[in-house]
């Protein structure tokens, strides 16, 4: 069965709406491509609120998971500080591209007050899990 045709969608900057999403510090501006691609994928920036409800609390998500099939983000200012599952704390700056594997557990540390990344991930719409502590290393085969 083949997928639904994409839609022409176009997102100018000039025209640009942030709203409140899933974290409380954060504001999205959701890209348009979600009812382009009929749920397929989502593209939004995400900033930091400069001010309003939870403007000011940790920047810190918490350990958790997303139950999708692709996620990546490339950072367009600023930095952010994340620790992974297997792969430790990691810090990335603007003009850094990370790929999230599907499930990965992961938490947010820390974040510069003007980050900006530009994140896509596959469904549009998907669980957000909370994990209560970061998974063993996997024991090294030989």
């Keep these: 069965m083949s997928a639904p045709k994409q839609l022409f969608s176009a997102n100018l900057a000039k025209d640009a709406v942030y709203k409140t999403g899933l974290r409380s510090f954060m504001e999205y501006r959701d890209l348009g491509i979600d009812k382009a691609t009929h749920g397929q994928f989502r593209a939004h920036v995400v900033r930091i609120k400069k001010d309003g409800p939870g403007a000011h609390d940790l920047h810190t998500t918490g350990l958790h998971k997303h139950e999708c099939d692709f996620q990546m983000f490339y950072v367009?200012?600023?930095?952010?500080?994340?620790?992974y599952e297997n792969e430790g704390e990691r810090t990335f700056q603007a003009g850094d591209c990370v790929l999230q594997p599907a499930g990965i557990v992961?938490?947010?540390l820390d974040c510069s007050d003007d980050v900006e990344i530009l994140e896509i991930y596959s469904p549009a719409v998907h669980a957000t899990r909370k994990v209560e502590?970061?998974?063993?290393?996997a024991a090294a085969t030989h």
């Excluded at 367009?76 to 620790?83: A, D, R, S, Y």
């Excluded at 502590?133 to 290393?137: G, K, L, N």
């Design 76 to 83: 367009l200012k600023g930095w952010m500080k994340f620790v």
């Design 106 to 108: 992961h938490n947010e």
């Design 133 to 137: 502590q970061m998974p063993e290393a």
